[in-house]
């Protein structure tokens, strides 16, 4: 893994053969992210492979509070997206996204999952890619601990059918309850049967569907300021076209595949193109690795 941007000319010149921890950051730090371990200084330039406190504190959220990050949804709430794209723009491969992910990827999808509260995922990537709850890892406990986060995210569904398994771990025996948004006319049954299966079914429309503004709002008021999701491209379109999304994490893989599967985000395009900046760029064998925030 490697650091490919922030790097300049001052940054290096900065840190005189920096280590990892001990880099200079000064005026190119942008908060979070970029100081100690995960620092834009020289070491983060020579591919090496990157500790796991190294990738968090590459991707930590923005500080919650006044001075902090300030999110679409709210002083302190800052969702991102966490989205893999081959070079022709396919989000999946047969139906699942691991023939185009790659060890690095998934590590970081693990530091992104470690990092956040909640995990917001369409419940077709759930059918389709079988999730299961998160796990709590040895790794990240003492800092999930220490940022007030129990030992693992809840996963929170989207859904409007509910025509979900409720038969499957990822309702039955999370560390964390899962979580279901919906809308209120949802059928009362697959409500029954969602909470029977020990999931917290939470309303964030007045229709069948789910309103991505009120579901944000819904997840905060649960105490849920960190939040990720994970798609799919049905549900990131409607994230993007509410205006709610304030990050990509864009890992793009060095693969072509044709053919026509759906790229990372669908539904109605926007009015006018959405700007998102560069924020941070790394890469480990040909893999992308880019943070973009919404300007
Ligand atoms: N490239 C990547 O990074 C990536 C990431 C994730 C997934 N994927 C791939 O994407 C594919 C699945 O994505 P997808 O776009 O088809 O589906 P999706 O976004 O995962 O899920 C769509 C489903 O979510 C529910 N939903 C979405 N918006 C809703 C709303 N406003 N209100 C209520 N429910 C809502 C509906 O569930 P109900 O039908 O239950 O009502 C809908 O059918 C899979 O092949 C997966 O491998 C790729």
Known sequence: MRRLFPVTDETVARTPGGTPGEEGVGALAEGPGTDGAGGVGRAHLVDREWSLAELAAAYAYPETGPAGGSGAGGPGVWLRANMVSTLDGAGQHDGRSQPISGAADMRIFGTLRALADVVVVGAETVRQEGYRPARARAEFAEAREAAGQGPA??????????????????????????LILTGAA?????????????????????????????????????????????????????????????????????????????????????????????????????????RYRRT
């Open 186 to 290: 949802a059928a009362p049954d697959r409500v029954a049967a969602a909470e029977k299966a020990g999931a917290r079914v939470v309303v964030a429309g007045d229709g069948v569907g789910v309103d991505p503004a009120r579901a944000v709002r819904a997840l905060v008021e649960l105490g849920h300021t960190r939040l990720l999701t994970e798609g799919g491209p049905r549900l990131l379109g409607q994230l993007v076209a509410a205006g709610v999304l304030d990050e990509l994490c864009l890992t793009v893989s060095p693969m072509l595949t044709a053919g026509d599967a759906q790229r990372i985000a669908g539904g109605p395009s926007v009015a006018v193109p959405q700007r998102f900046e560069l924020a941070a760029l790394l890469e480990e064998e040909g893999f992308l690795f880019g």
């Open 153 to 178: 995210p809840a996963i929170a569904v989207v859904s409007a059918s509910l025509n979900l398994d409720f038969t499957l771990p990822l309702f039955t025996s999370p560390l964390v309850p899962t």
